[in-house]
């Protein structure tokens, strides 16, 4: 069975487990389900990979498999027949940052019955350490339960944050396989301060002068700049979100409710000046600097100072 279908609050892991599956196939090819026809990605999934391998069409934004509004007219027969036939080389991921999908509709029933299906449920804060135990074993490195909630309170709850500082700690712990508190003290970032979120606010207002102010407050302060990547990204995500939701017809108590976070927050991302084709944009580029600087193809603190100039 080729054909994935992956859900959950938490856009981190869910990008996490496309990761998974596309690690190591070189031609993966990605559709806004919110914006493409499901039609156009399966019938880019019928064509045969120009590298002469497998090939991968990840579907985001699956908002058709929940209750939220979609205006995009899908071919769900042809979706339907896609489905029943199991004659298929290429991977299709489907993907929605959803904890529920709508049980009622017919596609959802025959998706769940004719893909594997991963939910990704949101992480307690109270399993975190455990989080932190279990993503180190999985790269063959220990860490004690007492060393996981130390780590935890240190560099704060963000998924995306403690996913970021274990790559890190990783890096650095290439030799030996045990983590221990001193390794956290040296290696790790501290939970980031107010400036960070005003850097957010001044992005999202497109107030360069604060843009401007906070960043150097935070360079002087030796933040390090994987953490506000990170941080940038799962806002602009957050705005993304909103604005797609409000478009659909949803109010402002209805995204807060659906999206589990403060209205507060939801007020302040349907405010920004951006339009959707610049976060989406953003996003993008957000991504693109997290992954050169990690793989070495682009320097930290260049990398950040380049994508601030050019917002």
Do not use: W
């Amino acid at each position: 069975m080729n054909v994935y279908l992956i859900y959950g609050s938490d856009y981190s892991i869910i990008k996490r487990e496309i990761h998974k599956i596309t690690n190591g196939i070189n031609d993966v090819v990605k559709y806004d389900l919110s914006i493409d026809k499901v039609d156009v990605m399966l019938d880019d999934a019928s064509c045969i990979s120009l590298f002469g391998d497998k090939k991968v069409l990840v579907g985001e934004n699956a908002l058709f498999l929940t209750t939220t509004p979609s205006n995009v007219n899908h071919d769900f027969d042809y979706l339907e027949r896609y489905l029943l036939d199991d004659n298929h080389n290429n991977i299709v991921i489907f993907s929605v940052i959803s904890d529920k999908l709508d049980e009622r509709k017919k596609i959802v029933k025959l998706l769940k019955n004719n893909s594997k299906v991963i939910h990704k449920q949101v992480i307690d804060e109270k399993q975190l350490p455990n989080f932190v135990v279990t993503e180190f074993q999985n790269e063959g490195y220990y860490i004690d339960y007492d060393t996981a909630c130390y780590f935890v309170n240190y560099v704060g709850k963000n998924v995306d944050i403690l996913l970021s500082e274990i790559n890190k700690m990783i890096i650095y712990k290439d030799n030996e396989k045990k983590i221990n508190i001193d390794d956290i003290n040296s290696v790790n970032s501290k939970s980031f301060n107010d400036n960070v979120f005003d850097l957010c606010d001044g992005i999202m207002k497109k107030d360069y002068k604060k843009i401007y102010d906070c960043y150097n407050d935070l360079m002087t302060l030796k933040e390090e700049p994987i953490k506000i990547i990170v941080l940038l990204g799962n806002q602009f995500i957050l705005i993304y979100q909103c604005k797609l939701l409000y478009n659909s017809g949803m109010s402002e108590k209805e995204i807060a409710d659906y999206l589990k976070v403060h209205p507060y927050r939801v007020k302040l991302a349907l405010q920004t000046n951006y339009l959707i084709y610049e976060i989406e944009d953003i996003i993008k580029k957000l991504h693109n600097l997290d992954y050169d600087i990690k793989s070495g193809k682009k320097d930290k603190n260049f990398g950040l100072d380049d994508f601030l100039l050019h917002l």
